[in-house]
C-alpha cells in the first residue's frame, strides 16, 4: 500500500488524477507562501544599525536561515494543498485550520521585519511565539482530520521552536534597556 493523499488515494495515482485546475492550486498554495518569504527578506533585509545586534552563537547563518526557511515553506504549502484537496473549505473545522494557517504565515513572515529590520525584539519574540502557538494548534486540529498534514507540519514546527530560542537569546544578549525592543 502507498502513501495515501486525502481525496485521490494512492500518491502514485494521484499525479495521474489531477486535473489542470488542480495543478494550478497546488502550485500557488505550494509557491505563495514561498514568494513571499523570499520577497519579504529581500525587502527587509538585514540593516546596520547605530547598535550591532549581538546573536548567539548557535544562531543559524544567514544563507541557512534562507535555505531552510524556503524548503519548509515549500514543504508546508504543499501540505496546505493536501489540506484543501481534501476539505476544499467546507467544514468548520478546516476552516479553524486555514485560519490558524494563514494567522501564523502572517506572523511567520513579520518577523524577519520586526527583528532585523525594525529592531524590535521582543515585538519580533511576541511574534515568533505566537506563530509557534498557532502552528502547535494546526499541528494538533489537523491531525484528526489528515494524520498526513499533521505530520508534515512537523519540521516547521521544529523550526519555529528553534528561532524562539534564537529571538529570546537575542533580546537576552542585546538587552531591554534599548526602547527598540518594547
Excluded at 19 to 26: E, K, V
Excluded at 93 to 107: C, K
Excluded at 116 to 140: D, M, Q, S
Excluded at 152 to 175: C, E, K, R, T
Amino acid at each position: 500500500m502507498g502513501l495515501h493523499i486525502p481525496g485521490y488515494g494512492d500518491f502514485r495515482r494521484c499525479m495521474k488524477k489531477m486535473s489542470w485546475s488542480d495543478w494550478a492550486i497546488l502550485v500557488v498554495l505550494t509557491v505563495a507562501p514561498t514568494v513571499a518569504g523570499i520577497v519579504l527578506a529581500c525587502v527587509f533585509e538585514e540593516r546596520n544599525t547605530s547598535k550591532p545586534l549581538h546573536k548567539p552563537t548557535w544562531a543559524p547563518t544567514e544563507w541557512l536561515f534562507g535555505l531552510i526557511s524556503v524548503g519548509l515553506y515549500l514543504f508546508i504549502g504543499f501540505a496546505s494543498y493536501l489540506l484543501w484537496k481534501a476539505s476544499h473549505f467546507v467544514s468548520a473545522e478546516t476552516t479553524a485550520i486555514w485560519i490558524m494557517y494563514a494567522l501564523q504565515l502572517g506572523l511567520s513572515w513579520s518577523w524577519l521585519p520586526l527583528v532585523y529590520r525594525c529592531g524590535f525584539l521582543a515585538g519580533g519574540l511576541i511574534a515568533i511565539t505566537a506563530c509557534w502557538a498557532l502552528v502547535i494548534a494546526c499541528v494538533l486540529t489537523s491531525f484528526a482530520y489528515s494524520k498526513l498534514v499533521s505530520f508534515m507540519f512537523m519540521p516547521y514546527l521544529v523550526w519555529i521552536s528553534y528561532i524562539v530560542a534564537v529571538n529570546y537569546n537575542i533580546v537576552l544578549l542585546n538587552g531591554a534597556v534599548d526602547s527598540r525592543t518594547f
